[in-house]
Nanobody, 124 residues
């Protein structure tokens, strides 16, 4: 089970940190990704981190202003986002998949475990 939290209402230019906490699994065996879905749009990749945290991936839209990290001892993944823009407004989901190879870490179709989502709203 994945639990995402940390969303909220923030002004453009601000920052926030999303947290994804897992339970019931050997967390270190799972790659974890963050995805987001804006109203009327497809769910899209935001960022991902490999099992051992040695590799991270970012969508171009958030690269340079976001950091994904994980604490395997706490079964938690963080997504810190800065310089937020109104176009970052979406429901953010974390997802996990066991033993996911790096070649498959960004497409959402390879993830079978999803959290419930947390709303991020960026106001202008």
């Amino acid at each position: 089970q994945l639990q995402a939290c940390g969303g909220g209402l923030v002004q453009a230019g601000g920052s926030l940190r999303l947290t994804c906490t897992a339970s019931g699994r050997t967390f270190i065996n799972y790659a974890v990704g963050w995805f987001r879905q804006a109203p009327g749009k497809e769910r899209e990749f935001v960022a991902a981190v490999s099992r051992g945290a040695d590799s991270t991936y970012y969508a171009d839209s958030v690269k340079g202003r976001s950091t994904i990290s994980r604490d395997n001892a706490k079964s938690t993944v963080y997504l810190e986002m800065g310089t937020l823009k109104t176009e970052d407004t979406a429901v953010y989901y974390c997802a996990a998949e066991r033993l996911l190879a790096l070649d498959y870490i960004t497409p959402r179709r390879y993830y079978n475990f999803w959290g419930q989502g947390t709303q991020v709203t960026v106001s202008s």
